[in-house]
């Protein structure tokens, strides 16, 4: 029996976002019929990591495959995940845990915001006259931070004229800075493009942040978008292939 496939979001009090999140799950359960896929948070929501693991375990499933749906490793990937991992494993006896890697950098992150974009109502001759605010969370770790930096940089590759990092908390610059940034550089049309899986309060951050400066664009954030869902069974599939006991935790 192929491993269960967990994954584990962060959590808000706006119930959008475990309404998104649960969309794209049901999303990867379409896309896999007979893969079991559960869903876990870290903060607000239920189930927790410890319960979901807990349920799973009592139905008899003994490997499983965490997902952080996170697009960096940030502080949540390097310690929140694995001390929840860490503690449902010693109290489970037999229960497997392999951590599948975070969802980005990825091409179909690429894609998806493209996807986002288009559907804002930008198209593909509009690209050599667009710059674009990648507009993320934010993140107090350098790593998290060089990583949006270089999907930035990897995006103005595509064709957009200009791509530009922004950050809704803990970096800079804001959303509103960076549109100001490049109109103030002359660009014809600013868009931005929330680079962030469900709503909450950063991400309507963003779309004030983007509105306030008089963005042209705002697309919406990357949500239950395709893309996401093979992009999520592409990282469960790396890791349950993975030698046993590489990335595992084991009770």
Known sequence: MSPALLVIAHGSRDPRHAATVHALTGRVRALRPGLRVETAFLDFNTPSVGQALSALYLS??????ALPLLL????????DIPAALAESTSRLPGL??????????????LTALERRLSEAGLTPADRATTAVVLASAGSTDPEAIA?????AREWRRTGWCAVRP?????????????VRALRAEGFER????PYVIAPGRLPDRITAGADAAGADVVADVLGAAPELARLLLRR???SAAAPAGLRALTA
């Open 60 to 65: 008899g499933v003994r490997e499983v495959v």
């Open 72 to 79: 960096t490793r940030a502080f949540h990937a390097k310690s």
């Open 96 to 109: 497997s845990v392999r951590v599948a890697d975070v969802l980005g950098p990825s091409p179909l992150l």
């Open 147 to 151: 990583v949006i930096a270089e999907t």
């Open 166 to 178: 922004a950050f809704a908390s803990a970096a800079l610059p804001r959303t509103e800075d960076a």
């Open 190 to 193: 600013v868009a931005v493009a």
């Open 236 to 238: 469960y599939d790396a």
